[in-house]
């Protein structure tokens, strides 16, 4: 079975940084694509950055500037560093992935999320 394997989140005071990492575990054929969603309490899932292989990658307009999304393609492993947090980007974060298990067989996964917590 493939899954998506989140760690990195934590604590910071507001102005600080944290790197998230995401791996994918199992036999994949390859990734579509890799990125990071999050859910703040009461809110909807929304997303934060999306790297689409061999294509551009996209960030919200709330993390630009600040949220880096990177790739170890080797290990099919994907990272958010996040710098200059804020208040508001404490969240549970999520990694997502497309991808094929085999040339046509496409499937969606989510990691199991990663709490955040920026104070003040």
């Known amino acids: 079975q493939v899954q998506l394997v989140e760690s990195g989140g934590g604590l910071v005071q507001a102005g600080g940084s944290l790197r998230l990492s995401c791996a994918v575990e199992?036999?994949?054929?390859?990734?579509?694509?890799m990125g990071w969603f999050r859910q703040a309490p009461g809110k909807q899932r929304v997303l934060v950055a999306l790297n689409t292989i061999g294509s551009s990658t996209n960030y919200a307009d709330s993390v630009k500037g600040r949220f880096t999304i990177s790739r170890d393609n080797a290990n099919n492993t994907v990272f958010l560093q996040m710098s200059s947090l804020k208040t508001e980007d404490t969240a549970v974060y999520y990694c997502?992935?497309?991808?094929?298990?085999?040339?046509?067989?496409?499937?969606?996964?989510w990691g199991q999320g990663t709490q955040v917590t920026v104070s003040s």
């Open positions: 997502y992935a497309d991808l094929l298990r085999s040339r046509a067989n496409r499937q969606v996964y």
């Open positions: 199992g036999s994949i054929f390859s990734i579509n694509a």
